[in-house]
Structures are given as structure tokens and as C-alpha cells.
């Protein structure tokens, strides 16, 4: 039952990651790929937030995984698409892809930090 689990959990992050993309994409009409980095910035967030509750909440580890890395957050962020849509960015816009790989691999972290900061904070209050 558990991989049933993990099928859907996994279908939820990949249609809500497809979902936000696409839209957060379509509404910039910019080389930038706005949505990926969005959604990653976003699942950083949430993968923080939700960790440090989940383990402070004493969540079982088959929780943790399906929620947080394996499916559900997991298939939410994509470091593939990240690739990707950087290699395609590099072909017209260089400098951009600086900015762009800078600033999520600055921002990401900090926005996973700043999730478990906060989850901690939730969970201790």
C-alpha cells in the first residue's frame, strides 16, 4: 500500500510543479524560466517547513520520505528541469543564466532555511 502511496503523493507534486510552471511562465513571457525557479524556491520552502515540523512533530520516517523528499515535495521540485531550461537559457542569454543559476542556488537554500526556522517556531509555540 505504501508505494500506492508514494504513486500518488508523486502525481500530486508533478501536476501541482507542472500546474504553477506553466502558469508562472506563461504570465512572465520572458526568456527567464520564471516558473522552475519559482516552484523551486517555493519547494525549498515548504521541504524546510515541513522537515523540521514533521520531525519535531515526531513523524514516522515513511511520513517524512513520502511527504517531504521522495514524492510529494520531491516531485514538486525539479533540479532536471533546473538543467535543462539553464542550458537553453545559456544558448541566447549568458548573462542571464549567471543571474539565474546564482540566485537559486543562493535563494533556494535560504529559503529551506528559513522554512525550518519557522517550522521549529511553529512546532515549539
Known amino acids: 500500500m505504501t508505494w500506492a502511496a508514494v504513486m500518488l503523493a508523486a502525481a500530486l507534486g508533478g501536476a501541482a510543479r507542472y500546474l504553477l510552471a506553466e502558469w508562472l511562465d506563461r504570465r512572465s513571457r ?3 524560466p520564471w516558473g522552475t525557479w519559482c516552484v523551486n524556491l517555493l519547494g525549498s520552502l515548504l521541504i524546510g517547513l515541513l522537515g523540521a515540523t514533521m520531525v519535531q512533530g515526531g513523524a514516522t520516517d515513511a511520513a517524512r520520505w513520502l ?6 515535495l520531491g516531485s514538486f521540485t525539479t533540479v532536471s528541469a533546473f538543467t535543462l531550461q539553464t542550458l537553453s537559457l545559456w544558448r541566447s542569454h549568458p548573462v542571464g543564466t549567471v543571474v539565474y543559476v546564482l540566485a537559486t542556488v543562493v535563494l533556494c537554500p535560504l529559503a529551506a532555511g528559513t522554512g525550518l526556522l519557522v517550522g521549529r517556531m511553529v512546532v515549539t509555540t
Not at 511527504?67 to 510529494?72: I, K, S
Open 30 to 32: 520572458s526568456a527567464w
Open 67 to 72: 511527504v517531504v523528499a521522495g514524492a510529494g
